[in-house]
């Protein structure tokens, strides 16, 4: 299918497709014309990326964790290494959090002065 295809059945622009592909998240092949086509299995790739990127990965890591994924969900078939990454992509996110919670606190204290 072509890339306006893809776009079309993922609702996902074909200028982030193409940003997917530079960032080794998805592959294409190339006509003779120089147009890009996916196969059939781009749909459910596209589908994961977005779901992981929705849990707050990055495209660097979701290239790692990218092919020990089955399904659209994505659902983890844990491969080697995998549950490490994503321990660590949890504790970064929870430390972000509480950063976020002492700012907010910062900034409340400010608002509650007269």
């Given amino acids: 299918m072509l890339i306006g295809e893809l776009s079309r059945r993922t609702g996902v622009s074909a200028r982030l497709l193409r940003y997917y592909e530079a960032q080794g998240l998805l592959e294409s ?37 990218l092919p020990c994924t ?22 970064a996110m929870d430390e972000r959090i509480d950063g976020l919670r002492r700012s907010r606190g910062t900034l409340a204290s400010y608002l509650a002065q007269p």
């Avoid at 092949?29 to 059939?40: Q, S």
């Avoid at 990326?49 to 660097?60: D, I, M, S």
């Avoid at 994505?74 to 491969?79: A, G, H, K, L, M």
Wanted: one cysteine or more; a negative charge; aromatic letters at 6%.
């Fill in 70 to 91: 089955v399904g659209d969900q994505p659902e983890f078939d844990w491969c080697a290494d995998l549950r490490a990454i994503m321990d660590r992509e949890l504790a």
């Fill in 29 to 65: 092949t190339r006509d003779a014309n120089g147009y890009r086509t996916y196969d059939e299995d781009a749909v459910i790739t596209v589908r994961k990326v977005r779901a992981l990127l929705n849990a707050g990965l990055t495209t660097e890591v979701i290239r790692v964790v």
